[in-house]
């Protein structure tokens, strides 16, 4: 384990590189209502604008039936379309766009209205929910998709982990330099190496319950923060096509009386 580290560092405030304060828009779609409150977060945390992204034909609700409806579009190449947002995208210059993931990039309005409105130049900064991941992956394919932007780092929590949403996204904002505070320098993961039988518990404990299989632990790094003990870990299984796939499974341990691990993210 790497030793404790609690220097406590004065974020970079976005507007210390230009002279003024920066202009701020919270664009999201939500279906659920999950990425509505990572929305209403920012907004709360940083006072930025808001608008929602609606698609023109509106989703059911219903999982199942959405699920079916995108497989379908997929399969006839269709892009649902956006409705045209109102806000003036010349007022900003840092736009927070929300999204939940659906088969592990934004959901289809997003990629529809990203079609239809001019983003170069901008700061973009992306944010997501997600039942178990697609941070990474939605943000590459942002970049693809708006190369004249500006991309940056990116949040994402899982839908089952939204009463950390305070705290996390505080810590995400003040280190991107969107709000001013003062926060913890996490250390670094250790190198991966094998899992002990007290970690290979504690990815069980975080996992099992997860509804889809994430497979066996085979290698872990770990970092100490003074609220929690982070894991890394590297898991084998079974790929769709049935052949050995490896992802990156996240796991943190509050420190915090009577909690348990948590399955925070995986990366495939
Ligand atoms: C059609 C559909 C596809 C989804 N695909 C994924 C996925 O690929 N990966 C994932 O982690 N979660 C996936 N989810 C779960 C959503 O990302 C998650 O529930 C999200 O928090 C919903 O956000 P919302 O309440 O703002 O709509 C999917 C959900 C739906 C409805």
Known sequence: MKKLMTIIVAAAVFSACTSQQPKMLVLYY???GTTQKVAEEIVAQTGADIERIEAAEPYSGNFEETIQRCLKEREDGVMPEAMPIT????KYNVIFIGYPIWFGTYAPPVASLLKDIHLDGKAIVPFCTFGSGGLDSSVADLKQALPGADIREGFGIRAARMDNLKPELERFLIL?????GEVETY???SAQAPVTEEEAAIFDAACSDYQFPLGTPVSVGSR???T???YRFTAEGNGPDGNVSHSTVY???PKADGSTPEFTMVVR
């Open 87 to 90: 806000s003036d995208l010349s």
């Open 251 to 253: 796991v943190t341990v």
């Open 228 to 230: 929690s003990v982070d």
């Open 176 to 180: 991107g330099g969107y709000k001013e």
């Open 30 to 32: 939500s279906q659920e």
């Open 187 to 189: 250390p670094d993961y």
């Open 224 to 226: 100490e923060t003074s």
